[in-house]
């Protein structure tokens, strides 16, 4: 990188989204408008989610009123949501990263404000159920607290004056697209972690789009890096998967030399949606078999631009079988970086193998070689 290209890039504090970028509020509103708009014998699928993203609550609203032509005005929707929004606030999990940034940058003496389309109250509110968050933000601003909201620049510009930086010193870190406007429109450099998957091509204007908030290399943009990377894996909170080998796509990915023995999606639905998409090892289990070095991807595997997010685990071990039906159990205990696109077969096959050697060489690591003998993996 060029001397000029790198210090363009410098940010001396960052400004954060809150829904969407560190808290999954979509899960929780979903799970209540798919309830309500019973009551109208509407039928609500998510779809509409990419229409809502990033609005301020009232927008969202209008939005959802309008699209499914419910018979109530926005008001009446409104006076109706919110009590059953509140009483659930504290189901709204953060997001994979969420707290591992926040925690870093505070730890640095990083300034960080929180930014959002939401009410100042509301955010409070959000925010009161995650320890140790509010006292990270030495400011907060809400949508009622400017003269408009995201995508117009206000919301940051006031974090800024608030901050005493320069817009120019900031960096924006959102999830939606009239988020990202609004950082552009206000100055700030952004990084944009797109919330709903396959959406790449609707950020162009952001400085870098990421995948999640595990991908997030502080010094790229003049902050500290991050120190919890051990021989190229970020370790992660282990998550225990398992059931019977099924079927998968048939590409023939044994040819290439790596079989991928795949789980039914259905069976581990909110872990799919919970884990952000990427290359992952742990270790596997097949009961009657043995425990396993294993590394695997997550996700839309972009390669092959499939419709469905799945899970692709190879065992590091050469079998002289087939497997399918056994009972398989993974444990996940670390990340090695986001799923990525390939011009060639050759390509993604050697990047592949270079994920097999940092995951067999980490997993001798004691951080993560104490899984191998969890009883999870044999009973
Ligand atoms: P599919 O599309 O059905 O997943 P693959 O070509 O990916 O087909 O082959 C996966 C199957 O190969 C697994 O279900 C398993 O039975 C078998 N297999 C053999 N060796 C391995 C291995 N080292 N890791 C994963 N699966 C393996
Ligand atoms: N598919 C992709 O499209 N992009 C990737 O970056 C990617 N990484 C992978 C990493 C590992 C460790 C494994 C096991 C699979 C990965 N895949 C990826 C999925 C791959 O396309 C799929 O398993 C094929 O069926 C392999 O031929
Ligand atoms: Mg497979």
């Not at 949606?273 to 997550?298: C, D, N, Q």
């Not at 159990?329 to 090695?336: F, T």
């Not at 390509?347 to 980490?362: G, Q, T």
């Not at 951080?367 to 009973?379: R, V």
Request: net charge negative.
């Amino acid at each position: 990188m060029s001397m000029s290209n790198s210090l363009k890039k410098l940010s001396s504090c960052v400004l954060l989204d809150l829904d969407g970028t560190l808290i999954n509020t979509d899960g929780v509103v979903g799970d209540i408008l798919r309830k309500y708009l019973c009551k109208y014998g509407k039928q609500w699928d998510g779809r509409e989610t990419l229409k809502i993203v990033g609005k301020t609550p009232l927008e969202a609203a209008t939005t959802i009123v309008e699209d499914y032509g419910l018979p109530c005005g926005v008001d009446e929707f409104n006076s109706e949501f919110y009590p059953l929004f509140s009483a659930q606030m504290d189901k709204i999990k953060s997001l994979p990263g969420a707290s591992r940034l926040i925690r870093h940058l505070k730890c640095h003496g990083v300034p960080m404000a929180l930014a959002s389309n939401s009410s100042r109250a509301n955010i409070e509110s959000k925010i009161a159920h995650h320890k140790g968050w509010k006292e990270c933000f030495s400011v907060i601003v809400g949508r009622d607290e400017v003269s408009k909201g995201k995508p117009a620049p206000d919301i940051f510009l006031e974090a800024a004056k608030r901050l005493n930086k320069d817009p120019a010193d900031c960096l924006v870190i959102e999830d939606s697209v009239p988020g990202v406007m609004a950082g552009k429109a206000a100055g700030t450099k952004v990084i944009a972690v797109p919330s709903l998957p396959k959406q790449t091509h609707l950020y162009t204007s952001a400085d870098e789009v990421i995948n999640s908030l595990l991908d997030i290399r502080p010094e790229e943009w003049g902050l500290p890096p991050f120190q919890d990377w051990i021989e190229n894996t970020l370790p992660i909170d282990p998550w225990h998967i398992g059931g019977p080998v099924i079927k998968g796509f048939g590409r023939g990915s044994k040819v290439l030399g790596i079989p991928t023995a795949n789980l039914s999606t259905k069976d581990y639905a909110s872990e799919l949606v919970e884990h952000p998409s990427g290359v992952y090892f742990g270790w596997a289990g097949l009961p009657t078999r043995g425990v396993y070095k294993m590394v695997m991807s997550i996700g839309w595997n972009p390669f092959f631009d499939n419709k469905e997010k799945t899970i692709e685990p190879w065992l590091l071990h050469d079998f002289t079988e087939d497997f399918y039906g056994e009972e398989l159990r993974l444990i996940i205990v670390g990340y090695i970086r986001p799923e990525a696109n390939f011009t060639s077969l050759e390509s993604l096959v050697a990047k592949i193998h270079e994920d097999r050697e940092v995951a067999e060489r980490a997993l001798d690591l004691p951080l993560y070689s104490k899984f191998k003998g969890d009883t999870y993996l044999t009973e």
